[in-house]
């Protein structure tokens, strides 16, 4: 039986073969022909399990693979690098640790969602995109703004249809190209909103509202796009052991350093599920953008108390914690969410925590 390690490029990829006995000939550069990429795939073994790291050009890859007959494995890349212990670093020995790792069976493997998945998969991402966009043009107008001593009193939201038409009015206030600055900035503005909208509606007619975006959407703070959003990154909610492991795959939980009796807690580890992350902090956010809507709700009680004694950021991210614990039982269990019943903090750091499937 083969194993086959692929330390993949953006313009090529080393192969490495092991079998049972030890590596098989030399590794083998393949340029990312597609003809080449395809013959090389039919002079291995049908069957043939291949690993490949996440963080190369593998969406094509693992289609290639998977037509080919043959097994892709996919590898975190970081977790892959730690494992592998190697002191140099080139193409030949990467693509020998992952053949290596994928014979032992120690290999970091990360789940493959289906293609169908991959590609709708980018519909919510560009328009978690372009929210990031309309975002950042809002921010830089409200400090132009800011600069010159200009403030809209005459609507809470600026870029309502009352806040757009008073700030029309207060332009000619504004140095001459300051002005022809937020005006460029207001028009771009108006495209990307066009371009959310035609995104949002894209998402609606490709994807089918299924049962888990259904559960999901009885989240706190949860709607259509943020339950389609959380159900597609999910996936298979069998590939997790638990609760805190979505929890820490959706970069809910923080890094913890303890040494010598003493516990720190800091960010949350980079090689996380950004696009989950989003979400869970997104339906956080709105939480705590009105409180008050949600006082009587656990949600509500929890970013309250913590904002007192905390802060708001670290009570967001407790509520989106929250928020990814509870969808995993109910995506387990298949339960729409349920107010947690309450619980005395067994210690200063421990909050209400019970989940919906312990009620």
Same mark, same amino acid.
């Given at each position: 039986?083969? =194993?086959?390690?692929?330390?993949?490029?953006?313009?090529?990829?080393?192969?490495?073969?092991?079998?049972? @006995?030890?590596?098989?000939?030399?590794?083998?550069?393949?340029?990312?022909?597609?003809?080449?990429?395809?013959?090389?795939?039919?002079?291995?073994?049908?069957?043939?399990?291949?690993?490949?790291?996440?963080?190369?050009?593998? =969406?094509?890859?693992?289609?290639?693979?998977?037509?080919? &007959?043959?097994?892709?494995?996919?590898?975190? $890349?970081?977790?892959?690098?730690?494992?592998?212990?190697?002191?140099?670093?080139?193409?030949?020995?990467?693509?020998?640790?992952?053949?290596?790792?994928? !014979?032992?069976?120690?290999?970091?493997?990360?789940?493959?969602?289906?293609?169908?998945?991959?590609?709708?998969?980018? %519909?919510?991402?560009?328009?978690?995109?372009?929210?990031?966009?309309?975002?950042?043009?809002?921010?830089?107008?409200?400090?132009?703004?800011?600069?010159?001593?200009?403030?809209?009193?005459?609507?809470?939201?600026?870029?309502?249809?009352?806040?757009?038409?008073?700030?029309?009015?207060?332009?000619?206030? %504004?140095?001459?190209?300051?002005?022809?600055?937020?005006?460029?900035?207001?028009?771009?503005?108006?495209?990307?909103?066009?371009?959310? &909208? %035609?995104?949002?509606?894209?998402?609606?007619?490709?994807?089918?509202?299924?049962?888990?975006?259904?559960?999901?959407?009885?989240?706190?703070?949860? &709607?259509?796009?943020?339950?389609?959003?959380?159900?597609?990154?999910? &996936?298979?909610?069998?590939?997790?052991?638990?609760?805190?492991?979505?929890?820490?795959?959706?970069?809910?939980?923080?890094?913890? !350093? #303890? #040494?010598?009796?003493?516990?720190?807690?800091?960010?949350?580890?980079?090689?996380?599920? !950004?696009?989950?992350?989003? $979400?869970?902090?997104?339906?956080?956010?709105?939480?705590? #953008?009105?409180?008050?809507?949600?006082?009587?709700?656990?949600?509500?009680?929890?970013?309250?108390?913590? !904002?007192?004694?905390?802060?708001?950021?670290?009570?967001?991210?407790?509520? $989106?914690?929250?928020?990814?614990?509870?969808?995993?039982?109910?995506?387990?269990?298949?339960?729409?969410?349920?107010?947690?019943?309450?619980?005395?903090?067994?210690?200063?750091?421990?909050?209400?925590? @019970?989940?919906?499937?312990?009620?």
């Amino acid at each position: 039986m083969l =194993y086959v390690g692929c330390d993949a490029h953006k313009r090529y990829s080393v192969f490495a073969v092991m079998d049972d @006995r030890g590596p098989v000939g030399v590794p083998v550069k393949v340029d990312h022909d597609l003809g080449l990429f395809r013959h090389y795939l039919s002079c291995l073994p049908e069957g043939t399990g291949i690993a490949i790291e996440t963080n190369g050009p593998w =969406y094509w890859m693992v289609d290639e693979i998977e037509q080919a &007959g043959h097994n892709p494995v996919l590898a975190h $890349a970081g977790k892959a690098k730690l494992m592998m212990g190697q002191i140099n670093k080139t193409d030949k020995l990467d693509a020998r640790g992952l053949a290596l790792m994928l !014979r032992n069976g120690t290999l970091p493997k990360v789940w493959i969602p289906p293609g169908e998945l991959r590609d709708q998969r980018e %519909l919510p991402r560009l328009r978690m995109a372009l929210v990031g966009i309309r975002t950042g043009l809002k921010n830089r107008i409200q400090a132009t703004l800011a600069k010159y001593g200009i403030r809209i009193e005459e609507s809470s939201d600026l870029f309502g249809k009352a806040g757009r038409e008073a700030l029309a009015r207060r332009l000619g206030e %504004l140095p001459p190209q300051t002005r022809v600055s937020v005006e460029a900035e207001l028009r771009l503005l108006d495209q990307v909103e066009e371009q959310i &909208g %035609l995104s949002e509606k894209r998402i609606k007619e490709v994807v089918a509202e299924t049962p888990a975006i259904k559960l999901l959407m009885s989240l706190p703070g949860v &709607g259509v796009i943020l339950g389609i959003v959380i159900a597609m990154e999910i &996936g298979d909610v069998e590939r997790f052991g638990g609760a805190e492991q979505l929890a820490s795959y959706a970069g809910t939980v923080p890094r913890v !350093r #303890s #040494s010598g009796g003493k516990t720190y807690y800091g960010k949350s580890r980079p090689d996380v599920n !950004r696009y989950l992350k989003w $979400a869970f902090m997104e339906a956080a956010n709105v939480i705590a #953008s009105h409180p008050r809507w949600w006082a009587g709700r656990h949600v509500g009680r929890l970013y309250l108390r913590l !904002r007192e004694r905390k802060g708001h950021g670290k009570a967001v991210g407790a509520v $989106a914690r929250h928020l990814a614990e509870a969808a995993y039982w109910m995506l387990k269990n298949k339960e729409a969410y349920r107010e947690p019943r309450a619980q005395t903090p067994t210690s200063s750091t421990r909050e209400e925590t @019970r989940l919906p499937h312990e009620s």
